[in-house]
């Protein structure tokens, strides 16, 4: 099971890493209900290094990005499931809106996304390449959305 960690935490993970020789992969999200289009974006990052680190947005992060009523779940509740996905090693909580502050901190050698964004529109992919990591999109699974799985549950509410 992954490591729920605190920014400090999670530096001195990274340096280690670094110290090692071991490729470090970051990515993030909301994550908010788990389906398998998360699942196998966590898969295929991890299997793009030795670690794999999420970070999670914060309850605070969520609503201003996807808006009120959202998540539909807690931040704890949400870093424990993702954390406990094989293929995660660890989880760090951020309140930004976007993860730029967390991956200037941590530098990974690999940052990734889902197939929703360009490689141009990736948050902190400059820093990253400046320090010699990459970027890599993943395809999205299709049919998966936690968005419309909300929309969903809610519009069958009476």
Do not use: W
């Amino acid at each position: 099971m992954g490591e729920i960690l605190t920014l400090e935490e999670a530096k001195r993970r990274r340096a280690a890493a670094r110290a090692l020789g071991r490729r470090f992969v970051f990515t993030n999200g909301c994550f908010d209900l788990i389906h398998p289009g998360h699942t196998e974006l966590l898969r295929r990052a991890r299997s793009l290094g030795h670690y794999l680190l999420v970070g999670l947005n914060s309850d605070r992060s969520v609503r201003a990005i996807k808006g009120e009523g959202r998540p539909t779940q807690g931040e704890q509740a949400r870093a424990q499931v993702v954390a406990s996905l094989a293929s995660v090693d660890y989880v760090v909580l951020f309140d930004e809106d976007t993860p730029l502050l967390l991956i200037q901190e941590l530098l990974p050698d690999i940052l990734v996304k889902g197939g929703d964004y360009a490689p141009s529109s990736v948050v902190g992919k400059a820093e990253v390449e400046m320090a010699g990591g990459k970027v890599q999109v993943i395809p999205l699974v299709p049919g998966f959305s936690s968005s419309q799985i909300t929309e969903r549950i809610r519009s069958t509410r009476p």
